[in-house]
């Protein structure tokens, strides 16, 4: 069974400061890598997935995240952040071997980003 | 771009009532998740439906949850006697291949009083 853990329940910044959250996770067996975002009363969007290839996945909004297999971790980072930038980040991971079309994703508990002028 | 969209948004109901939960996935997509998230607390998978069939339940799961996919379209979850405790924001999503991201609808947030 899969388990994700995301060390940091809430992460308060500046504007324009960068910003790390973390994620690692327990598998054995390989997985993929998500994260999603949660505005304030929104569903969870996508941000990036890590499928395959290059380790350093760009997503949307400015954010990437760096699949690191010997840590078992997934953390997601910005450069420079925005008060529009606060939210719920959520990191996720689905069963890579999954068979019977079920690829239930394993969320982690969420960190809050707080963005503050 | 499409978009999985729930109905409603908010679903207040008295204890032991029987709710539908309704959901329309994106028209292509072919695999179908009810996600709940208690307040406070993570987002956890409930049921996955592919071919007209369950694929996998969690444990939470239980003979009082089911799924259907009457028509072409929508995607429910029924709670047939509901408890204080399902009070909770239940997620719809959708991909079209099984190793696709899920997109998430806005969800449904449920209250039993």
């Known amino acids: 069974a899969q388990s994700v853990t995301q060390l940091d329940s809430q992460v308060p910044v500046f504007e324009e400061a960068p910003v790390e959250l973390r994620c690692n996770y327990s598998s054995s067996v390989s997985v993929y890598l998500f994260w999603y975002v949660q505005y304030p009363n929104q569903g969870l969007q996508l941000l990036l997935k890590?499928?395959?290839?290059?380790?350093l996945v760009k997503g949307i909004n400015g954010f990437e995240a760096e699949f690191n297999k010997s840590q078992t971790s997934f953390h997601l980072r910005k450069p420079s952040v925005h008060i529009s930038d606060t939210a719920e980040y959520f990191c996720a991971v689905s069963d890579l071997s999954a068979q019977g079309g079920s690829e239930k994703l394993v969320f982690g508990k969420g960190t809050k980003l707080t963005v503050n002028p | 771009e499409p978009e999985v969209t729930q109905t409603p948004s908010h679903q207040v109901t008295q204890m032991g009532q029987e709710v539908i939960l309704r959901c329309v996935p994106i028209s292509n997509h072919l695999y179908f998740y009810w996600y709940r998230q208690i307040l406070g607390q993570k987002v956890e998978f409930l049921v996955s439906f592919y071919n007209n069939e369950i694929s996998e339940k969690s444990e939470i799961f239980d003979d009082q949850f089911s799924v259907e996919r009457p028509d072409g379209s929508n995607f429910t979850l029924k709670i047939r006697s509901t408890k204080l405790e399902d009070s909770a924001m239940y997620f719809c999503?959708?991909?079209?291949?099984?190793?696709?991201?899920?997109?998430f609808g806005d969800g449904t947030r449920l209250s039993i009083l």
């Open positions: 890590y499928l395959s290839g290059s380790t």
């Open positions: 999503a959708s991909s079209g291949e099984v190793d696709q991201p899920q997109h």
